[in-house]
């Protein structure tokens, strides 16, 4: 019998267990299962992936790991290498393979957490290592419930933008675990080679959508500056921190950067400059605080 879960508003069926999922119970909308794929991307000569595109689906090949095809938003494959765990593909399988999954279904995948804020959603774009993900837990741990670390996927329509939870864990270096007040060796490492830390943030995660309010970019400075990008500038941030536009070949740049553009019109998006120092992030956190109440209030 496969495992079932809910996240990102979507039933999911799969043969191996995915811990960090919520449990479900509906008829699945997505398939996980191994098969056997052919024809497969050519072998990475680095350790880069390799991806081979088709008009129904993307197929990735990771050294050392395997081959991932993701079909119409409906079905995730692998085809593993020898001696590759469930812990190892479970992160795959949620993060870069749900990502194009999203994307296959229509919605619009930022590189980015998400906290939800008195009934508001509100993200933070940043890339890897860039600290979105503590940025979120330190909402989290403000009291704000976590809706998504890593891929926060969107919703759009004529009426609203929602934000579609995904699952209530975060991905945290040992230092900002260590800030959080979670000491990292009583939580479990991603990866068993890795340093990052996986936390729980179960307290508030609901799987209703969140309409989204705001959108913050993260960057350094010397001071803490919360300023609104103008909309062309907003629109080359969405497109920078979009999930899926970094695989060549996948997306449409026009169609793309029109969607990008239209959600910049229609949302306010910040640049947060602040120095990456771990004792001012509570600072940060209520500057956050603080403009999305103005904002309300405006």
């Known amino acids: ?130 600290g979105k993900s503590t940025m979120a837990g330190t909402m989290y741990s403000r009291g704000h419930a976590l809706l998504a670390d890593d891929i926060t996927a969107l919703d759009i329509n004529d009426e609203s933008v929602n934000v579609l939870p995904a699952f209530p864990h975060l991905k945290l270096w040992p230092e900002a675990a260590t800030f959080l007040d979670h000491h990292p060796d009583t939580l479990p490492r991603i990866f068993a080679t890795e340093e990052k830390r996986l936390l729980s943030a179960q307290v508030q995660f609901s799987l209703d959508a969140v309409p989204l309010r705001q959108i913050y970019v993260l960057d350094d400075g010397d001071h803490i500056t919360i300023d ?38 229609r949302l306010p998006i910040y640049r947060i400059s602040r120095p990456r120092i771990m004792e001012q992030i509570t600072e940060i956190a209520k500057a956050v605080e603080d403009n999305l109440a103005q904002s309300i209030d405006e």
């Open 1 to 130: 019998m496969p495992h079932v879960y809910q996240a990102y508003g979507l039933t999911i069926a799969s043969t191996i267990p995915l811990a960090a999922l919520v449990a479900g119970s509906a008829p699945p909308d997505v398939q996980i299962h191994p098969a056997t794929i052919t024809p497969k991307p050519l072998p990475p000569l680095t350790t880069n992936s390799t991806t081979l595109v088709s008009a129904d689906d993307i197929r990735i090949t990771y050294p050392n790991i395997g081959t991932f095809l993701v079909r119409q938003g409906s079905e995730i494959q692998f085809d593993l290498n020898s001696g590759v765990t469930g812990d190892v593909i479970q992160w795959f399988i949620l993060g870069p393979m749900f990502g194009i999954l999203l994307h296959q279904r229509g919605l619009l995948t930022l590189h980015g957490s998400c906290v939800g804020i008195a009934h508001n959603a509100v993200a933070f774009l940043a890339p890897s290592t860039g």
């Open 228 to 265: 609104r990008l103008p909309r062309q500038e907003a629109t080359i941030e969405l497109l920078r921190h979009s999930y899926c536009a970094q695989i060549e070949g996948y997306v449409t740049p026009p169609e793309y950067f029109l969607r990008c553009a239209a959600l910049a019109r």
